[in-house]
């Protein structure tokens, strides 16, 4: 039982490139979380899900786009990469909404 | 805004009980407390959550006051590997969780 498993765990992207963060979890969980963590700082929720098919924004959506087309799959993306997207990255899921949530191991990404 | 109030960081000596405090003047009747912890470099983990009643689990036991305006964290016997940022969180379930701040907690030997 994996758990929660994000990929790539770490990448550096240049300016104005896309890339893709991937969050798989096999706990057959329907909702499904993407959060952010900047140095010093607290997590804010960017994307959440609460079903396959299903996308809602968070906190700070700007900048990122989610799609969930299996249940198990949680894709965060972002166009065109900045700097101001430097993070640690954290995917989540939960059974539901009165359940534990479960976090990967996190995404360093960093842009320069 | 914020809807938890926790000390920016605390010390702890190892054998002894940490007493992590958090203060939610503004619950709802029908928000729980839950409490995550994480330790560095890695994703949250759950620890602890509760209504109105005191609540103890095998990591840690949650104080919550009567009139659920403020609640305790407690880890009966804290070792080196608790060191860790505690997050006191409010919630209903009709929303994500939302993270604050939290409270880094240092064991020291």
């Known amino acids: 039982n994996a758990g929660v498993t994000q990929t790539p765990k770490f990448r550096v992207l240049k300016t104005g490139q896309s890339m893709t963060l991937l969050c798989a979890q096999d706990?057959?969980?329907?909702?499904m979380y993407w959060y952010r963590q900047d140095p010093g700082m607290g997590l804010r929720l960017i994307h959440y899900?609460?079903?396959?098919?299903?996308?809602a924004k968070g906190e700070v959506p700007d900048g990122y786009n989610v799609s969930r087309l299996k249940k198990q799959n949680f894709l965060l993306g972002l166009e065109s990469a900045a700097p101001s997207q430097t993070s640690v990255y954290f995917c989540?899921?939960?059974?539901?909404?009165?359940?534990?949530?479960?976090f990967g191991e996190g995404s360093w990404l960093t842009v320069v | 805004d914020a809807k938890t109030t926790q000390p920016t960081s605390m010390d702890c000596a190892e054998g002894r009980a940490a007493n992590l405090p958090c203060n939610h003047s503004t619950i709802s009747g029908n928000e729980y407390v839950y409490w995550y912890r994480q330790i560095h470099s890695q994703g949250p983990q759950y620890i602890i959550h509760?209504?109105?009643n005191n609540e103890t689990n095998e990591m840690a036991s949650l104080i919550i006051t009567e009139d659920r305006k403020s609640s305790t964290l407690i880890l009966p016997h804290a070792t080196l590997r608790d060191t860790a940022v505690y997050y006191c969180?409010?919630?209903?379930?009709?929303?994500?969780?939302?993270f604050g701040k939290g409270t880094r907690l240092s064991v020291i030997a």
């Open positions: 509760g209504l109105k």
């Open positions: 899900s609460v079903g396959e098919g299903t996308t």
């Open positions: 989540a899921s939960t059974w539901d909404i009165w359940n534990t949530i479960y």
């Open positions: 969180i409010v919630w209903a379930g009709n929303t994500p969780l939302v």
């Open positions: 706990m057959n969980h329907e909702y």
